[in-house]
């Protein structure tokens, strides 16, 4: 997320590296939702895989907060969308790749 800022800093002016490091918050408030409905799950008894009706309210909150969020960062604060989204696709192969070496 940092070399993200910081390389939209060098090529462009503060708002774009601002744009990119609030872009990275998405999949991170993403992956918070779903650590926390793994946890939800565990104190039931019930593995989020084989439950439908967990897995799709996770879902459903993931989708509420990506709503949300693009509303605050276009709405509000009125941030550049490339390299916002350019933080959210990096940010995302991050996780991606990072629980993937950890599981793996």
């Known amino acids: 997320m940092a070399a993200i800022a910081l390389l939209w800093a060098f090529l462009r002016d503060g708002a774009a590296a601002l744009a990119a490091a609030v872009g ?4 991170l408030g993403g992956d918070l939702i779903l650590g ?9 008894g019930v593995e989020i895989a084989p439950s439908l009706g967990l897995l799709y309210r996770c879902a459903g909150y993931r989708i509420v907060w990506a709503i949300l969020f693009f509303g605050i960062v276009f ?8 390299p916002l989204f350019c933080g959210v696709i990096v940010a995302q192969w991050i996780l991606l790749f990072g629980n993937w070496q950890r599981e793996g």
């Not at 709405?75 to 490339?82: D, I, M, S, T, V």
Request: aromatic residues 0%; hydrophobic residues 45%; contains cysteine.
């Open 24 to 27: 990275a918050l998405l999949p």
């Open 36 to 44: 926390r409905c793994r946890r939800q799950g565990e104190k039931l």
């Open 75 to 82: 709405a509000l604060l009125k941030l550049e969308p490339l």
